[in-house]
């Protein structure tokens, strides 16, 4: 054999393979973070201090806002705000995308709705929904389903694409396959029907999340006193960059943790 | 009783189109004679009709149409070859899929309204911040869908080539780039939906042209027929580009392919 | 229509009648695993002659596509190599390449597949390649995608792509077990009539003996890391599969097959 080959071979007793991939998957991931680090205080040095703060400060700032308590107050404002709106987009994409699903007149009935529903940019019904639970928002204290309903009306589309394919994808044999054996329909609705689109449902609650959260944030930006949006926005009205960076920093921690 | 009612009716594409526009309008407009809550706000179709057309005769429509379409002109001009680039670097080697991964990651999952108000602060009022905003969401976006596409290369298809000594270069233009091509194209389309999107946000924060500035202008003087009018126009323009524009070129160029394809992700 | 009635069209378009032979040397093969080195097999010598057809025979994971890639150009051997000889001595071997699945672009119709592979070649027209299509009863698909083509079309257009660069040998990798029976039957019969019309040599690598002793002149079997059969086809053609000549043969193949599980 060459030298070629023995010497491979003593790399690979030396360390194992896949010990040896990890370690430098591991080493890159590190240098890609290390060098956005590094840019970000060689910027940060150039730029007056509320435009980019260090890391340092933002880090700083950021702990500031969790240990006493506003982080927390916002934050679960924006999320008992996105977890509602996310129930709600759910429940009618759900709906509708099993009706696109059970046969072509549905399909072809709802799809204008939802490619409408898909173009219409989260501002625009977040603007729509301020708008409409403003009036006399004081009196009845509407406004802060704004960014509810906003964030419904967005992620809807998503979801009832997701679930039209799932159920348009059901495999129709396991269905006959389960008539023929006269299986009730209780089962055969929780044991081939809801397996088969599993999948869909989570790639809807995914979706539904991300799009979720970044709408409800939008909407906030009109929804008057509460929530991470408004508190971003307001940072930027009264020119305190540094805090909304110091905000930006604390929900994308959360983002990290989930 | 029942096969009395013409088939045509719920088969005929165009005709089931027209049901549903209808019932759209009788939803809109029940609502809006009968909750309670909204009512006093709320308007009702005839109303956002009026309000479009009139909008659309006084042509103010046009400067700020042409202010946003080269706002996110630039924008989506940016994010494709920004994000074509980097999803390239990020499918074809594991370095530098190892070193931006968390910088995709938080890319796509970070809130618009982040980028646009952070673009606003570095470049204050005017028509650098929506298309910078627009550039810096969809680049993660059109990234990832390149990544997914250069994943899924099929390697018996580049052990065949290689069999038969294919010229490298002719193996990256027939091959490489001809399976990448769905993918990206798909990322395309998301991209540009979204750097409307993004950049009409930005122009609500901070600009003085634009779709965003106009909804923000009509919101101010709580004008919700006008918010709509605008909206109206957004969404028609973008559904035609989508469909009118993209999805024509989407059909000629992938006439290979047997599925009906609708596009949506 | 038949190979035999092209038989003189083929001639006209000039035609590389000469077949390439094949020689392994010294041909071994080991991978790196996670669990240590694996040795696929060591030490094969085989000289295949122009012109001639033979099968490579193994059970599943013998080794013989493993060979068969080495063979082809696609995999590095551990050590040996593999050479090829024109049977004129003139020239270089060019390989044609058939595998276990069609291997098509689907966004390239059945002509421009075909045309892919023809970079290299200075003969090659757009005529040779319908001419190809034509050899494998695919004249009225030139322009057809892959995607609209069944599974026995689309392993028809790969013989055919392998075909048009006027290979001296041809390289096949189980092309018939991905098929049903009828249209592998019939892409058996085709094949050996482009074979005795051409004169290529064939390396054909299977796991079915039927199929083997129906085509080959002769059997390499392939196990336990060599070869430890190596059996001339005396049945002459055209071979029926329920002829005395075949079935008695095809028992002493047998036997000889699955000598390899007493040692």
Redesign the interface.
């Known amino acids: 054999m060459s030298i070629q080959n023995h010497l491979s071979r003593l790399n690979v007793e030396l360390l194992n393979g896949s010990l040896k991939s990890l370690l430098?998957?591991?080493l890159?991931?590190a240098?890609?973070?290390g060098?956005?680090f590094v840019l970000w205080t060689v910027l940060a040095a150039q730029f007056p201090r509320e435009?980019l703060p260090t890391p340092a400060e933002t880090v700083g700032l950021a702990w500031g806002l969790v240990t006493d308590g506003t982080a927390w107050i916002h934050i679960s404002t924006t999320f008992q705000s996105l977890f509602w709106a996310f129930i709600f987009a759910m429940l009618l994409g759900g709906t509708l995308g099993v009706l696109m699903g059970l046969n072509?007149?549905g399909q072809?009935?709802?799809?204008?709705?939802v490619?409408?529903g898909?173009?219409?940019?989260?501002?625009?019904w977040a603007?729509?929904a301020?708008?409409?639970?403003?009036?006399?928002s004081i009196a009845?204290g509407?406004l802060r389903y704004a960014p509810v309903v906003a964030a419904t009306l967005t992620v809807f589309p998503y979801v009832a694409?997701n679930i039209w394919k799932g159920v348009e994808n059901i495999d129709h044999d396991l269905l006959r396959m389960a008539d023929a054996f006269s299986i009730s329909r209780r089962r055969v609705l929780w044991r081939i029907v809801l397996p088969n689109i599993a999948p869909q449902i989570f790639s809807a609650v995914r979706f539904g999340l991300?799009i979720g959260?970044?709408v409800t944030?939008?909407a906030e930006?009109?929804a008057g006193s509460a929530g991470v949006?408004f508190k971003?926005?307001h940072a930027?009205q009264i020119y305190q960059?540094e805090e909304?960076w110091a905000w930006?920093a604390v929900?994308?921690g959360i983002?990290?943790i989930i | 009783m029942f096969d009395k009612i013409p088939q045509s009716l719920?088969?005929n594409?165009f005709i089931?189109?027209l049901?549903?526009?209808v019932?759209?309008v009788i939803v809109w407009t029940i609502a809006y004679r009968t909750l309670p809550?909204?009512r006093?706000?709320?308007v009702s179709p005839t109303e956002v009709a009026i309000a479009t057309r009139e909008l659309f005769v006084s042509m103010i429509w046009v400067e700020h149409f042409v202010a946003s379409l080269s706002h996110v002109f630039y924008g989506f001009g940016i994010a494709v070859v920004a994000g074509t680039v980097l999803g390239i670097l990020v499918g074809w080697w594991?370095?530098?899929?190892?070193?931006?991964?968390?910088?995709l990651t938080?890319g796509?999952?970070?809130?618009?309204?982040?980028v646009a108000?952070?673009s606003?602060?570095?470049f204050g009022l005017g028509s650098t911040t929506p298309a910078a905003a627009a550039a810096i969401v969809a680049t993660p976006y059109l990234a990832t869908n390149v990544y997914g596409g250069i994943n899924n290369i099929d390697n018996?298809?580049l052990?065949?080539?290689?069999?038969?000594?294919?010229?490298r270069f002719?193996v990256i233009k027939?091959?490489i780039v001809?399976s990448v091509?769905p993918d990206w194209f798909a990322g395309l389309r998301y991209a540009l939906?979204l750097s409307?999107?993004i950049a009409?946000?930005a122009e609500?924060?901070a600009a003085e042209q634009g779709i965003?500035y106009m909804?923000r202008f009509e919101?101010r003087v709580?004008d919700?027929a006008g918010?709509?009018s605008w909206?109206v126009f957004?969404?028609a323009l973008?559904?035609f580009i989508?469909y009118g524009i993209l999805g024509q070129i989407e059909k000629r160029v992938?006439a290979?392919?047997?599925r009906d394809s609708?596009g949506?992700? | 229509m038949s190979s035999r009635e092209l038989q003189s069209t083929s001639r006209e378009s000039g035609k590389n009648n000469n077949a390439g032979s094949i020689h392994i040397e010294q041909l071994s093969k080991e991978f790196d695993t996670a669990e240590g080195y694996e040795l696929v097999f060591d030490n094969i010598n085989v000289d295949i002659e122009p012109g001639s057809f033979v099968c490579l025979l193994g059970k599943s994971g013998s080794g013989k596509s493993t060979m068969l890639n080495i063979v082809?150009?696609?995999l590095e051997p551990t050590s040996g190599r593999v050479r090829f000889e024109t049977a004129d001595g003139t020239g270089d071997v060019t390989?044609g390449?058939v595998?276990q699945?069609p291997?098509l672009?689907?966004?390239?119709s059945n002509l421009k597949n075909i045309e892919?592979?023809n970079?290299?070649n200075p003969n090659y027209t757009t005529e040779v390649g319908k001419k190809q299509l034509d050899l494998v009863g695919l004249t009225e698909h030139y322009h057809k995608?892959p995607?609209?083509l069944s599974g026995g079309q689309r392993q028809r257009v790969g013989i055919a792509r392998a075909l048009s660069?006027d290979p001296e040998v041809l390289l096949m990798d189980e092309p018939f077990s991905n098929l049903d029976e009828i249209t592998a039957e019939e892409l058996r019969e085709q094949l050996l009539d482009l074979w005795s019309e051409m004169n290529k040599t064939v390396f054909f690598v299977t796991h079915d003996m039927t199929e083997a002793i129906q085509l080959a002149d002769r059997l390499l079997m392939l196990g336990d890391g060599e070869i430890y059969g190596d059996l001339e086809v005396p049945i002459e053609r055209p071979r029926r599969i329920d002829s005395d000549a075949f079935l008695k043969f095809r028992q002493k193949a047998i036997d000889t097959f699955n000598s390899i599980d007493e040692d």
Request: proline residues 3%; charged residues 15%.
């Open positions: 430098n998957d591991t890159a991931r240098i890609g973070l060098v956005g435009l072509s007149y072809n009935f709802f799809t204008p709705a490619n409408i898909l173009s219409i940019p989260g501002l625009a603007a729509v301020f708008l409409v639970f403003s009036y006399e009845l509407t694409i991300a959260w970044k944030i939008i930006l009109f949006g971003l926005e930027y960059y909304a930006a929900f994308l983002i990290v | 719920f088969e594409r089931v189109f049901e549903s526009t019932a759209i809550l909204i006093e706000s709320f594991d370095f530098w899929e190892k070193a931006f991964q968390d910088y938080v796509i999952a970070i809130p618009s309204l982040f108000i952070f606003a602060m570095w018996d298809l052990t065949m080539a290689r069999a038969f000594d294919v010229s002719r027939r091959v001809q091509l939906a409307w999107k009409s946000l609500y924060i965003g909804i919101m709580l919700l918010v709509l909206v957004f969404t973008l559904l989508e992938f290979w392919r047997q609708i949506w992700v | 082809s150009g696609i390989l390449h595998f699945s291997r672009m689907p966004w390239d892919f592979v970079e290299n995608y995607g609209q660069i």
